[in-house]
């Protein structure tokens, strides 16, 4: 079982940048697909990024591409998510899920939250106007 915690969440204005960190610990991040999830207050969690267990392949919700990057460093057991241009509406807590995943589906991405089995207990992201 993999335990992951998240930090790097903040008050930023917008159009700034911020780094969320994911760290695991308890197993290898490197046999897990990674997500990154967030809600805003009163609204439900939605999708924001995806990684496969390899790292070769992403995945963006609308409302992150070519703002977020998701990436992630196994030899450090941590996911991150760049964000730049940070808009008000991407307030809200951040969360990072992982899914185990056999090698042979190392390339394979999940968009949904109903797709993983760990998550983390959150950051929370304030972006002011």
């Known amino acids: 079982q993999v335990q992951l915690v998240e930090s790097g969440g903040g008050l930023v204005q917008a159009g700034g940048s911020l780094r969320l960190s994911c760290a695991a610990s308890?197993?290898?991040?490197?046999?897990?697909?990674m997500g990154w999830f967030r809600q805003a207050p009163g609204k439900e969690r939605e999708f924001v990024a995806a990684?496969?267990?390899?790292?070769?392949?992403?995945y963006y919700a609308d409302s992150a591409k070519g703002r977020f990057t998701i990436s992630r460093d196994n030899a450090k057991n941590t996911a991150y998510l760049q964000m730049n241009s940070l808009k008000p509406e991407d307030t809200g807590a951040y969360y990072c899920?992982?899914?185990?995943?056999?090698?042979?589906?190392?390339?394979?991405?999940?968009?949904?939250?109903?797709?993983?089995?760990?998550w983390g207990q959150g950051t929370q992201v304030t972006v002011s106007a």
């Open positions: 899920a992982a899914r185990s995943v056999p090698i042979y589906m190392d390339t394979s991405y999940y968009t949904t939250g109903a797709a993983y089995n760990y």
């Open positions: 990684i496969s267990r390899s790292g070769g392949r992403t």
């Open positions: 308890g197993r290898s991040l490197s046999n897990y697909a």
